[in-house]
Structure formats: C-alpha cells, structure tokens
C-alpha cells in the first residue's frame, strides 16, 4: 500500500494538475477505451481501488505506472494527499476495479474536494454496469431510477424499498448474491408482483440474463443461486395483481395448508420455505401460519 512519501509529485509537462475519472472494463477487457489507454499512459500516477487489480489491467495493456491505493477505508486521508499532488500540477487517473469511478465506488470524496479545490475534473466515460444490463433489459428505460446498492441490513432495505413503492419508473439496484433471495423476497411483498430482471456478470463469460416478475424470479433463484456481480432491474407495476392482493385472494379461497403444498409442488421448494412463501402472502409471520398449520392437524 502506498504511503505519504510515495506520493510526492511526480514529474510533469501538464502544467496544471488535472483529475481524470477513467471507466475501466466491467468484465471484457476490450470494453476500454482508446482514450482511456491513452489517459493511463500519459498520467504521473494511478490512484486505483485495489492496485493488484489496476496491474492486471495495465499490464495487459503494457503499461507501467505508479499506483496509488484509494478505497473506501482510506479515501478521508488519502484524498487530501492527492489533491494536494494535484496543486502541484501532477496528472492523476482515478480508476475503480471495474466500471466507473464514484458510481457505486470510492471516488466522491476526492472529486468533491477537487471541486472544493478549484481543480479540474475531466470525465473518461466507458463500461458502466447498470446502463449496459438497463439497455439489454427490456425494461422501459426513457426514466429509471439508480438507487446503487441498498442498506444490508433487512430493516433498513424493507425501509429503502418503502421509499420506492411509489415509484413508477424502472428502479435499477446492485445487489450481492448472497442476498439476492431476501432482496427478492421483501420487493414481492412491497412493491408487489412488478416485471423484473436479473442480470448477472455483464460482459464477462457466464453473462445471463433472468426475466420475469418478481416471483418468477424468487423460483428461479431458489433453485439455482446466482454467482456473481448482480444488478437487479424491477419495472413499474404493469396490471398484475399485487403480492398484497395475490395474498389476500388465496387466504381467501385456499386454506394454509393447501397453498403451502401448491408452492412446494409449483416451486420445488421445501416446506420451510413454502410456508415462509405462504405466510408472506397472508401478511402473517412464519411462527403464526406454523400455529395456524397445527390447528389445522388437531381439528
């Protein structure tokens, strides 16, 4: 990892310091940009999110520079020390692991501070995850909204996706496999049974793109977890029946026990997640629609 004293300024004929916020490839190495290549080379220094990464890619393009590390837990003291490199005229490449700088990845803080600054900010647009899986979608994209990654926490989601209940455009997430499920799981019970897609590592070799509607997909998924890089799109409600008002017709006119077997034979799931799935439609919690299961044996 770099320290202060490997970032003192470097020697350059730029004159005054410019900060390049350079896309990189999200997958397929050939998504770079001829400007970009030529940024990469032309810069005193690189200040990248993971330097073993930014040197898989420079080297496959043959280029040798001096990197800097700049991530999430770093970027409050390490953007002083770059701009300060930059008030001194050096040219700066700002890059990610893959996609574009400050868009779901460190980078904000040192650009803000660069507007603070007075210094020049020079976008180097390329490869940018969320727009390439939006334009092969199929969703409507004349306006969608970006909400990046939202709060892991299952509280503070279901909070984020009440916030978007309301929203009628295509609302476009990030979202790490492992919680893919439980994602799913609460926008089917709030934002009810909307057209959605999952598309699953853009550009690189197991490219896949799952559609559907929501509950479609939570089949899908709970059958065959999804590895890799996530970016969920959900359309607006498109005249299907609600989670809400799917739920309330079948507990109106299937009993519990019933429903539970129709979603192990519908989904090939066990009947612990059937009935979790069961008890989600009824607005109900697990141990409540598991009681009410037991009444039903007794009687």
Known sequence: MANKAQLKKAPSDAGAGRLYVVATPIGNLEDITMRALRILKEADVIACEDTRQTMKLLSHFGISKRLVSYHEHNEITRAPEIVIELEQGAQVALVSDAGTPAISDP???????????????????????????LAASGMP????????????RPTERRKALRGLATEQRTLVLYEAPHRLIDMLEDALEILGNRPAVIAREVTKMFEEFLR??????VAQVQKKPPRGE????????????????SGAAAENA??????????MKARGVDR???LKQAAR?????????YKQLLITRDE
Not at 254 to 262: F, Q
Not at 281 to 289: K, L, S
């Open 254 to 263: 299937v009993p519990l026990a019933r429903r539970v077997e129709e979603i």
């Open 230 to 245: 996530i970016t969920l799109l959900i359309g607006p409600p498109d005249g299907h029946a609600t989670h809400a008002e």
């Open 107 to 133: 980078g904000h803080r040192l650009v803000s501070l660069c507007v603070r600054h007075g210094i020049q900010v020079i976008p180097v647009p390329g490869a940018s995850a969320f727009l390439a899986a």
């Open 272 to 274: 612990k997640a059937a």
């Open 212 to 217: 559907g509607h929501i509950e479609d997909l």
């Open 281 to 289: 439609e009824r607005g109900i919690t697990r141990r409540e629609a």
């Open 141 to 152: 994209i004349e306006e969608f909204v970006f909400a990046g990654f939202l709060p892991s």
